[in-house]
């Protein structure tokens, strides 16, 4: 069974970081894209950021380059969000998503994780 398991969101000051965590199972991790995705209340998700299953090639919403960095540890089947310079805009419910390879749109991953809350206050 896939089983993505997000977690490290949590209240934070405008300027401040945190680190998300997806943990994975049920599949050859390394094998596979992972994608972050938000949503907002009253907002359409967005898609924030991919690493690819292959060659690692990373990509980002112009909303947080320069301020997120996605990574992964194959070895720990876990991925993470790095988020910097956080701002009030920034509060969403943060998603992990896994899609066999390659980095697409939302629409074309099938698992999903439940979730992590990320509230930053001005």
């Known amino acids: 069974e896939v089983q993505l398991v997000e977690s490290g969101g949590g209240l934070v000051q405008a300027g401040g970081s945190l680190r998300l965590s997806c943990a994975a199972s049920g599949f050859i991790f390394e094998d596979y894209a992972i994608s972050w995705f938000r949503q907002a209340p009253g907002k359409e998700r967005e898609g924030i950021s991919c690493i690819s299953g292959s060659d690692g090639s990373t990509v980002y919403a112009d909303s947080v380059k320069g301020r997120f960095t996605i990574s992964r540890d194959n070895a720990k089947n876990t991925a993470y969000l790095t988020m910097n310079s956080l701002k009030p805009e920034d509060t969403a419910i943060y998603y992990c998503?896994?899609?066999?390879?390659?980095?697409?749109?939302?629409?074309?991953?099938?698992?999903w994780g439940q979730g992590t809350q990320v509230t930053v206050s001005s």
């Open positions: 998503a896994a899609r066999y390879v390659m980095c697409a749109d939302a629409s074309d991953f099938g698992s």
